[in-house]
Structures are given as structure tokens and as C-alpha cells.
């Protein structure tokens, strides 16, 4: 039984910074996608980042030249690097990973990121 269990998220002022992590229970492959959306009060599930072969990676919008995702598939953990922090980066943050070799797509159970004065 894959899981994903996500670290890292917390209260943080605007401008500060967060590094979230999740790790899977299983091995990731290389040709696996992960990636991080997040969920605010109120709003659908958004895409925030995904990382795949050749650690390729996409960035919506709002959050492009702020956060960063990596991989150490050694690890079996993928990372998010959040900088600028903003009011509106508020959310439940999820890990995914949509692999190839088991043929689904998997979910971690979120953290909470607050950032607030």
C-alpha cells in the first residue's frame, strides 16, 4: 500500500519562507509524476507544482519565480520550497504522484500552510 505523508507546513508571516516534504511509502521512478496542489477555504484543489522525467517541472502562475519543487527519488521524497510567502499562499497543501508503473494516482493526506501577521 502506496502512501504519501506530507511535513513542513506551519504558520509563517508574509514575506517568510517553508519547505514542505513529502515522503512515499513506496519507491518513486523517475518517469513518476509528483506534484503539490494546494486547497483554500472555499476553492477548488489548484495546481501548484509537478516535477517529472528529466525533473521537468510546471509552476501555476501564482506562485511561478517564488516556490521551487525537487525530487530525491533515492529518498522517496519530494520537495516544496515556498519563498515571498503571501496571505493568499493560505491553504491545505497536498502531495501527488501520478505513477506510471502502478498505473493510479496517489494522494497524501495535506498540510496546513498559515501565513498571517
Known amino acids: 500500500q502506496v502512501q504519501l505523508v506530507e511535513s513542513g507546513g506551519g504558520l509563517v508571516q508574509p514575506g517568510g519562507s517553508l519547505r514542505l516534504s513529502c515522503v512515499v511509502s513506496?519507491?518513486?521512478?523517475?518517469?513518476?509524476?509528483m506534484g503539490w496542489y494546494r486547497q483554500g477555504p472555499g476553492n477548488q484543489r489548484d495546481l501548484v507544482a509537478t516535477?517529472?522525467?528529466?525533473?521537468?517541472?510546471k509552476y501555476g502562475d501564482s506562485v511561478k519565480g517564488r516556490f521551487t519543487i525537487s525530487r530525491d527519488n533515492a529518498k522517496n521524497t519530494v520537495y516544496l520550497q515556498m519563498n515571498s510567502l503571501k496571505p493568499e499562499d493560505t491553504a491545505i497543501y497536498y502531495c501527488?504522484?501520478?505513477?506510471?508503473?502502478?498505473?493510479?494516482?496517489?494522494w497524501g493526506q495535506g498540510t496546513q500552510v498559515t501565513v498571517s501577521s
Open positions: 501527488n504522484m501520478d505513477s506510471v508503473v502502478r498505473g493510479r494516482n496517489y
Open positions: 513506496g519507491s518513486i521512478y523517475s518517469f513518476d509524476t
Open positions: 516535477i517529472g522525467a528529466g525533473d521537468s517541472a
